[in-house]
């Protein structure tokens, strides 16, 4: 009796990787025409650090995983009352420092009417092989970067041109991490929001209007 053959990979059930190139000896100049050329279209992503440029095209988990960390930490400061500005994928650069990079998501906190640079950047480390990205942030003054990586998200606080790992945030201390987590695969995002943000606080004149028309 003949034998079925043995099962192939199916490779397209593998979950798609980000496009990363990585060019070496780049000039300044080399990296500002190339930001040019590429103009308001979202792809590719450029990171420079003195001298490596970095090309990446993130992949559909990756966007949908920077979207959706934005969605909850959006929310959060909602429901907390927190003043957030999002800005997205900015281009960050010190021509001085020569590094360059765009964020997945960034924010500026407070009536910042022309900010010289986010507050907190979020990036996702879905595919490996690209720059440091916090050898990028340290010496262009990000207070603070989240990495989601392997599903978990490290927090990093500058310290005298330094990133250290801390345990939480601080520049929106108060938020959870890990209970954000559990939601960033929840779909749609309607319902991943409206789980992740506590029930609404009812004020004392709806309450007493709920007991008279009891």
């Given at each position: 009796?003949?034998?079925?053959?043995?099962?192939?990979?199916?490779?397209?059930?593998?979950?798609?990787?980000?496009?990363?190139?990585?060019?070496?000896?780049?000039?300044?100049?080399?990296?500002?025409?190339?930001?040019?050329?590429?103009?308001?279209?979202?792809?590719?992503?450029?990171?420079?650090?003195?001298?490596?440029?970095?090309?990446?095209?993130?992949?559909?988990p990756?966007?949908?995983?920077?979207s959706?960390?934005?969605?909850?930490?959006?929310?959060?400061?909602?429901?907390?009352?927190?003043?957030?500005?999002?800005?997205?994928?900015?281009?960050?650069?010190?021509?001085e420092?020569?590094?360059?990079?765009?964020?997945?998501?960034?924010?500026?906190?407070?009536?910042?009417?022309?900010?010289?640079?986010?507050?907190?950047?979020?990036e996702?480390?879905?595919?490996?092989?690209?720059?440091?990205?916090?050898?990028?942030?340290?010496?262009?003054?990000?207070?603070?970067v989240?990495?989601?990586?392997?599903?978990?998200?490290?927090?990093?606080?500058?310290?005298?041109?330094?990133?250290?790992?801390?345990?939480?945030?601080?520049?929106?201390?108060?938020?959870?991490?890990?209970?954000?987590?559990?939601?960033?695969?929840?779909?749609?995002?309607?319902?991943?929001?409206?789980?992740?943000?506590?029930?609404?606080?009812?004020?004392?004149?709806?309450?007493?209007?709920?007991?008279?028309?009891?």
């Amino acid at each position: 009796m003949s034998q079925p053959a043995p099962l192939t990979p199916d490779l397209e059930r593998q979950p798609p990787a980000d496009d990363i190139i990585v060019l070496r000896d780049v000039t300044w100049a080399d990296y500002q025409r190339l930001l040019e050329i590429r103009g308001d279209r979202p792809v590719p992503r450029l990171t420079y650090l003195e001298g490596a440029l970095e090309l990446m095209t993130p992949s559909r988990p990756h966007e949908s995983l920077k979207s959706m960390i934005g969605c909850l930490v959006e929310a959060w400061c909602f429901e907390k009352g927190i003043g957030i500005t999002p800005y997205g994928s900015w281009t960050l650069e010190s021509k001085e420092a020569e590094r360059g990079v765009e964020p997945d998501e960034c924010y500026v906190l407070g009536d910042v009417a022309d900010p010289e640079r986010c507050d907190l950047a979020v990036e996702v480390v879905w595919s490996s092989g690209g720059l440091d990205k916090l050898e990028v942030y340290r010496k262009i003054g990000v207070k603070e970067v989240w990495i989601w990586k392997a599903g978990a998200i490290g927090v990093f606080a500058l310290r005298d041109e330094r990133y250290m790992p801390v345990e939480r945030s601080e520049v929106l201390a108060g938020i959870d991490l890990e209970v954000l987590l559990r939601f960033v695969d929840v779909r749609p995002t309607t319902s991943a929001v409206t789980g992740y943000r506590p029930p609404s606080r009812r004020s004392p004149d709806f309450m007493i209007d709920s007991e008279a028309g009891m």
